[in-house]
């Protein structure tokens, strides 16, 4: 079993930045390609940004671009993502995610592990 954990979401202000974390349990981490969704209120959990086993491949959904980056460190079994210049409609809570496979668009029922979420709140 893989356990996600994210941290590092708060309330900004809009055009601030902010660094999430995702902490995974156990030594397989390198074998997932990791994830980052987010979820507003009242909307579904969409896509943000997808990293490979290796890290050295990613992907952002067209919102993400330029603005957000994911990365990850196997060796310390955590990926981050990266926030910048951040929007109101960033608001959502923020879930970290591990698939064994890497393919875009995803289903989400094909996601192996979740992460618990973390809010991020940006005003304006």
């Known amino acids: 079993q893989v356990q996600l954990v994210e941290s590092g979401g708060g309330l900004v202000q809009a055009g601030d930045s902010l660094r999430l974390s995702c902490a995974a349990s156990?030594?397989?981490?390198?074998?997932?390609?990791m994830y980052w969704f987010r979820q507003a209120p009242g909307k579904e959990r969409e896509f943000v940004a997808a990293?490979?086993?290796?890290?050295?491949?990613?992907y952002y959904a067209d919102s993400a671009k330029g603005r957000f980056t994911i990365s990850r460190d196997n060796a310390k079994n955590t990926v981050t993502l990266q926030m910048n210049s951040l929007k109101p409609e960033d608001t959502a809570v923020y879930y970290c995610?591990?698939?064994?496979?890497?393919?875009?668009?995803?289903?989400?029922?094909?996601?192996?592990?979740w992460g618990q979420g973390t809010q991020v709140t940006v005003s304006s």
């Open positions: 995610a591990a698939d064994w496979s890497l393919a875009l668009p995803i289903d989400l029922r094909d996601v192996d592990y």
């Open positions: 156990g030594r397989t981490f390198s074998r997932y390609c």
């Open positions: 990293i490979s086993k290796s890290g050295d491949n990613t």
